[in-house]
């Protein structure tokens, strides 16, 4: 008999007694991803580097990966150490943080456009979101309680990224005064370029609110969490 095959009490114990999975190494590694992908974001809105939005784009491959692998095991999962519906939750906020992430950079390539001081702004304190969703994760496997901080500054970025996001929309359309002093100055020469101007605020606003979008799941992630330190504290 081989030296690493299992007798049959150990076969007899697995299957009344199975393993159960590493769900919160799971969640680290997933939520680790999600953090590497924001510094990336972060890079590409600090300059713009094509490289930059490669790396955002092959980690969110890696994402669905590892979203694909945990759904897998959790549908086959015997017993889980938390609530399947909070593991469902989270695997879920956190690959939707990495897709818009890379839906970000997406939108900023066809459309033409480059970042600007908001679109680096947000993703820096998204980024900051994510390295305390990432450290709140870390903690749940021994220190659970110390992550509801961790939760509550992850939904707090949410809450800091939608007031830089309004204020990217009221520097963005209080530009019209311009344009309609360079139309009453010279509408012939003025109104192509002030065309191209609109074109553009309205393109950056698409990319101002996906990043809104994005934000938003960070605070589910932290939501999420949060309701995982309460069950298992």
């Known amino acids: 008999m081989s030296g690493n095959a299992k007798t049959l009490t150990e076969r007899i114990l697995e299957n009344v007694f199975p393993t159960v999975p590493d769900f919160f190494g799971m969640l680290v590694e997933h939520s680790e991803v ?35 692998r945990n759904m897998a095991v959790l549908n086959q999962a015997f017993a889980t150490p ?33 970042p600007d001081a908001y679109t680096l702004e947000m993703a820096q304190i998204m980024r ?12 749940l496997a021994t220190t659970p309680l ?6 509550m500054a992850a939904k707090k970025a949410e809450r800091t990224t939608e007031k830089c996001y309004r204020k990217a929309l009221v520097s963005l359309f209080h530009a019209d005064d311009a344009f309609m002093q360079a139309l009453d100055a ?28 994005c934000a938003d799941q960070l605070a589910k992630a932290g939501s999420v969490l949060q309701d995982i330190v309460v069950q298992i504290s």
């Open 146 to 151: 110390a992550a509801t901080e961790d939760a």
């Open 186 to 213: 010279n509408p012939v020469h003025a109104a192509p370029k002030a065309m191209m101007q609109v074109m553009d605020m309205f393109k950056r606003r698409e990319v101002y609110r996906h990043m809104s979008n």
């Open 82 to 114: 938390l609530d399947r519906e909070d593991i469902y939750r989270a695997v879920v906020a956190i690959d939707q943080i990495i897709n818009y992430a890379k839906t970000t950079v997406r939108e900023m390539e066809v459309l033409e456009l480059t």
């Open 128 to 139: 900051d979101g994510v390295v305390a969703l990432n450290a709140g994760f870390k903690k």
């Open 34 to 68: 999600c953090l590497q992908s924001m510094h990336a974001l972060v890079g590409f809105m600090e300059t713009h580097d094509v490289q930059q939005g490669i790396q955002v784009r092959e980690l969110e491959k890696k994402g669905d990966e590892i979203k694909a």
